[in-house]
C-alpha cells in the first residue's frame, strides 16, 4: 500500500507539470491568434464619408463627413468637375438629410443643445443661407414628404396646434410660407401624400388598439377607413416613418401601397384600391419572412422614380435579401449582389432611374458605390470608416 501510496504521490507533480504545460501552450497558441484589440479612436470617430445621396438631376452627391473641427457635417460635390464644399456649420454633428426636388436645396432636421425639438432647415445650395423652415417656438418637426411633381414645396408634420398632436403643413422652399395641410384628428402616426403632393392617406392607431389606414378622395374630401388590422396581426412598427404602414400611391392615385400582415403570418407588400379598400393583388412575399425594414425609413423597396412601380423588395429572414418584383432589374440586382459581401440597399436614385446609390453592409467598414445601370457598372466611391478594414471583426 505504501509503494502504491508513494508511487501515486510521485505521479501527480508530474502530471499537474504537464496539465500546466498543455494549458499554457494552447492558451499560448490562443492568445497569439487573437485579432488585435481595434482602438477606441477608429470606432468613436465620425465617419470619414456616410450618408451618401445622389440628387434628383443626377449631376450632384451628397455625403455627410467631418468638419475641420471633426463635426459632421453635410457636403456636396460635384460629379463631372469633383469640386467638393461643405455646406453646413453644425457644431453638434447631423443624423441624416434629403435633397429637394428642385435640385438646389438640401434638407435636414437639428435640435437646439439636445432639447430634442427639431426644426427643419434647408440649405440654399447656390447661395448659400441656412434657413429654418419651421421657425416656431417650443414645436417639433417630424415627418417629410416631397413629390417631384411640386419641386419647390414640402410637407412636414409639427405640433404648432397641439404640442400632442402632429399636423401636416405646407412648406414653400422659396418663400418659407407655410400653410397647414392636414389636421391630426389626435390618432394619426404617420401621412402620405399622392404623386400631385396633396396628403390623401394616413396611418392611426385607435382605441380599440387597431391599426387603420384612412384615405381621402382630394385634399377637401372627407377620411374613410379602408383597412384594419387587430393588434394581434399587425405588424411590428417601431420608429418606421412613425409607425406608417403605407408605402405611397400609385401613379394614378388610385390604388396604395401597404405593407400588411392581415390574415398573413408575414407582413406582405399588398396593392389596395383606394375606393373599396379591395386588396387588389400581393405585389411581394415571402412564408418565412417579414418586409425588410430599419428604424430609419419606411420599408426597404426599390421603386422606379419616373412612373412609382415597385421594382424589387427585400426580405429579412436570416439576413435581408432582395427578390424582384420587376424581372427588368433582375440583372442589376444579381451584378449588385456578387459585386461585394454583406447585404445592400439602394437609398437614393436620380430621376431618370439610372443612377443608383448602394450601400453595402458589411462586417466592416460600409462601403458606398455609385452604380450607372446604362453601363452596368458600380463604382466604389468611399467607406465610412476606412480604418477598420485593418481589424477583424466579429460574423455576425
Same mark, same amino acid.
Given at each position: 500500500m505504501n509503494l502504491k501510496f508513494t508511487s501515486s504521490i510521485s505521479a501527480v507533480p508530474c502530471l499537474r507539470t504537464l496539465a500546466i504545460a498543455m494549458m499554457l501552450f494552447f492558451c499560448g497558441s490562443s492568445f497569439a491568434q487573437d485579432p488585435a484589440l481595434i482602438p477606441r479612436k477608429v470606432i468613436d470617430e465620425a465617419a470619414d464619408h456616410d450618408l451618401l445621396t445622389i440628387s434628383p438631376d443626377g449631376k450632384m452627391i451628397a455625403y455627410t463627413a467631418p468638419s475641420d473641427k471633426g463635426v459632421s457635417n453635410i457636403w456636396v460635390e460635384d460629379l463631372a468637375t469633383h469640386q467638393k464644399r461643405m455646406v453646413t456649420r453644425l457644431q453638434r454633428g447631423i443624423g441624416g438629410y434629403q435633397w429637394a426636388y428642385d435640385n438646389a436645396h438640401l434638407l435636414y432636421q437639428s435640435d437646439e443643445n439636445g432639447n430634442e425639438d427639431y426644426h427643419l432647415y434647408s440649405v440654399d445650395l447656390k447661395s448659400g443661407p441656412i434657413r429654418d423652415l419651421t421657425p416656431f417656438q417650443g414645436i417639433r418637426s417630424e415627418h417629410l414628404l416631397l413629390e417631384p411633381s411640386h419641386p419647390n414645396e414640402i410637407l412636414v408634420s409639427m405640433n404648432l396646434r397641439d404640442p400632442k398632436v402632429f399636423d401636416v403643413y405646407r412648406v414653400n422652399l422659396e418663400t418659407g410660407a407655410t400653410l397647414m395641410d392636414a389636421q391630426n384628428p389626435g390618432d394619426v %402616426? *404617420?401621412? +402620405?401624400? #399622392?404623386?400631385?403632393?396633396?396628403?390623401?392617406? $394616413?396611418? $392611426?392607431?385607435?382605441?380599440?388598439? &387597431? +391599426?387603420?389606414?384612412?384615405?381621402? #378622395?382630394? $385634399?377637401?374630401?372627407?377620411?374613410? &377607413? %379602408?383597412? !384594419? %388590422?387587430p393588434f394581434e396581426e399587425a405588424p411590428f412598427l417601431g420608429q418606421v416613418n412613425g409607425g406608417n404602414i403605407i408605402v405611397g400611391f400609385t401613379q394614378d392615385g388610385k390604388r396604395l401601397l401597404v405593407g400588411s400582415s392581415k390574415g398573413s403570418p408575414t407582413n406582405r407588400l399588398v &396593392?389596395?384600391?383606394?375606393?373599396?379598400? !379591395? &386588396?387588389? /393583388?400581393?405585389?411581394?412575399?415571402? =412564408?418565412?419572412?417579414?418586409?425588410?425594414?430599419? @428604424?430609419?425609413?419606411? @420599408? %426597404?423597396?426599390? /421603386? #422606379? =422614380? /419616373?412612373?412609382r412601380h415597385v421594382q424589387a423588395a427585400a426580405f429579412d429572414y436570416l439576413k435581408p435579401e432582395w427578390r424582384a418584383v420587376d424581372p427588368a432589374v433582375a440583372a442589376d440586382l444579381k451584378y449588385l449582389s456578387s459585386l461585394q459581401d454583406g447585404v445592400f440597399i439602394i437609398p437614393s436614385q436620380d430621376l431618370s432611374g439610372n443612377k443608383w446609390v448602394v450601400w453595402y453592409l458589411t462586417n466592416g467598414p460600409i462601403s458606398f458605390y455609385l452604380y450607372d445601370r446604362? $453601363?452596368? !457598372?458600380? +463604382?466604389?466611391?468611399?467607406? #465610412?470608416?476606412? *480604418?477598420?478594414? !485593418?481589424?477583424k471583426l466579429a460574423e455576425m
Open positions: %402616426i *404617420g401621412w +402620405t401624400a #399622392d404623386p400631385n403632393l396633396v396628403v390623401r392617406a $394616413a396611418t $392611426a392607431f385607435n382605441d380599440n388598439l &387597431e +391599426t387603420v389606414v384612412r384615405v381621402r #378622395d382630394s $385634399a377637401t374630401a372627407q377620411w374613410r &377607413e %379602408i383597412l !384594419k %388590422i &396593392e389596395l384600391d383606394t375606393a373599396t379598400g !379591395k &386588396e387588389l /393583388r400581393v405585389l411581394a412575399s415571402d =412564408p418565412q419572412a417579414d418586409l425588410w425594414q430599419n @428604424f430609419a425609413t419606411s @420599408f %426597404i423597396l426599390l /421603386r #422606379d =422614380p /419616373r412612373d446604362t $453601363a452596368h !457598372k458600380a +463604382t466604389l466611391l468611399f467607406q #465610412d470608416r476606412p *480604418g477598420l478594414a !485593418k481589424y
